[in-house]
């Protein structure tokens, strides 16, 4: 079992930026593919960033491209999500989550562990 924790979610300005944390504890954290999904009011769960273990390749949904960085430190077992120029269409509840394997996917099912989700809300 893998538990993952999130934080640093909260309120902030249109054009402000904000730093999500997802610490994982539990099984290794080494050769897991790692990445953050988040979910607006009636909508479904939609993929945003993810990261390989290994190569560090990430992936980014187009919305978020150029704003959003991932990044992982596996030495404190934690990947972490850097959210810059946020929009009123970023609000959320942003989930980390983990695959048994080391090649990131976009693919919601794809992934075996999931946090309990931060709220990031965005205002205009």
């Known amino acids: 079992q893998v538990q993952l924790v999130e934080s640093g979610g909260g309120l902030v300005q249109a054009g402000g930026s904000l730093r999500l944390s997802c610490a994982a504890s539990g099984r290794t954290f080494s050769s897991y593919a790692m990445g953050w999904f988040r979910q607006a009011p009636g909508k479904e769960r939609e993929f945003v960033a993810a990261?390989?273990?290994?190569?560090?390749?990430?992936y980014y949904t187009d919305s978020v491209k150029g704003r959003f960085t991932i990044s992982r430190d596996n030495a404190k077992t934690t990947v972490y999500l850097r959210m810059n120029t946020l929009k009123p269409e970023d609000t959320a509840v942003y989930y980390c989550a983990a695959r048994i394997s080391p090649r990131a996917s976009t693919v919601v099912d794809e992934y075996n562990y999931w946090g309990q989700g931060t709220q990031v809300t965005v205002s205009s």
């Open positions: 990261i390989s273990w290994g190569t560090g390749i990430t």
